[in-house]
C-alpha cells in the first residue's frame, strides 16, 4: 500500500515566478485535500476534491492560486506570482467517502519564496 | 465559529511517564475527531479517529477520549519514550462538511 505522495518535496523560487506542485492520493481514495501550513500553526484548509469535482475552496485561495484533479486521480496545486507570504508547507490528504473518511497526508511540499 | 485549542503548546517530560494531552473545541456538532503526530519538517501521521458517537479509541499505547458535550478531547500517552517526541496535533470534522479544523499543536519532548 503506497500512500499520499507529493512532489516536489522542496521548492525554493524567486517573487513573481509561477511554481506547480503535485500530489498522487491512496489509489482507492476519492476525496482530496490541499492544506496550507507555516511554521507553529496547524494546517489551513485550501481546497477540496471529490472524484474530479472540486467541491469547496477556502477564502485564503486567492485567485493566484488554482487546484485541479482533471482524471480525479492526482491533483495539481499551481500558485502564480508567488509572493513571500506564500512561504509554507503545502500538504495534501486523502481518503475514502464515509464512513471511512479518516484523511491521511503526503509528506509536504516546502515552498520558500526569495 | 469553530476554533479548536491545545493547551499547552510545549511540554517536556522524563521518559517512561504517563502524559495527556489536550484539545478543546467550541462548536460540539462536530462528525469526528482526529488525532495526528507530525515530526519536524514533514507531513502528518494519523494516530486516532474518533467517530462523533464513540466516546474513545485506543491504538497501542495511545488512548483518544472524545466528550462531545464539553468540547474536549484528550489523548493519553503511556510509558513514554524519547521516540515519542514530535508535535500532536488535534482536527475535528464539523458536521456536513468535510473540512478538518486543526488545533496549532503541542510540542512534546520526552527526556530521556
Known amino acids: 500500500d503506497t500512500g499520499v505522495s507529493q512532489d516536489p518535496r522542496h521548492k525554493i523560487t524567486k517573487r513573481g515566478q509561477n511554481v506547480t506542485f503535485r500530489c498522487d492520493p491512496i489509489?482507492?481514495?476519492?476525496?482530496l485535500y490541499w492544506y496550507r501550513q507555516t511554521l507553529g500553526q496547524g494546517p489551513e484548509f485550501l481546497t477540496y476534491f471529490q472524484n474530479e469535482a472540486q467541491l469547496e475552496k477556502s477564502r485564503l485561495l486567492s485567485d493566484r492560486f488554482s487546484a485541479e484533479r482533471p482524471k480525479g486521480s492526482f491533483s495539481t496545486l499551481e500558485i502564480q506570482r508567488t509572493e513571500q507570504g506564500d512561504s509554507a508547507m503545502y500538504l495534501c490528504?486523502?481518503?475514502?467517502?464515509?464512513?471511512?473518511?479518516?484523511?491521511?497526508f503526503g509528506p509536504g511540499t516546502r515552498l520558500t519564496v526569495l | 465559529k469553530q476554533e479548536v485549542t491545545q493547551i499547552p503548546a510545549a511540554l517536556s517530560v522524563p521518559e517512561g511517564e504517563n502524559l495527556v494531552l489536550n484539545c478543546s473545541f467550541t462548536?460540539?456538532?462536530?462528525?469526528?475527531l482526529q488525532w495526528f503526530r507530525q515530526d519536524p519538517g514533514k507531513g502528518l501521521t494519523s494516530l486516532l479517529l474518533i467517530q462523533s458517537s464513540q466516546r474513545e479509541q485506543t491504538s497501542g499505547r495511545l488512548n483518544a477520549s472524545l466528550d462531545k458535550s464539553s468540547g474536549r478531547s484528550t489523548l493519553y500517552i503511556a510509558a513514554s519514550q524519547p521516540g515519542d517526541s514530535a508535535t500532536y496535533l488535534c482536527a475535528v470534522r464539523r458536521d456536513s462538511n468535510y473540512q478538518l479544523i486543526w488545533g496549532a499543536g503541542t510540542k512534546l519532548i520526552i527526556k530521556p
Open positions: 462548536d460540539s456538532a462536530i462528525y469526528n
Open positions: 489509489s482507492e481514495h476519492n476525496r
Open positions: 490528504a486523502s481518503s475514502k467517502g464515509p464512513p471511512y473518511n479518516e484523511q491521511f
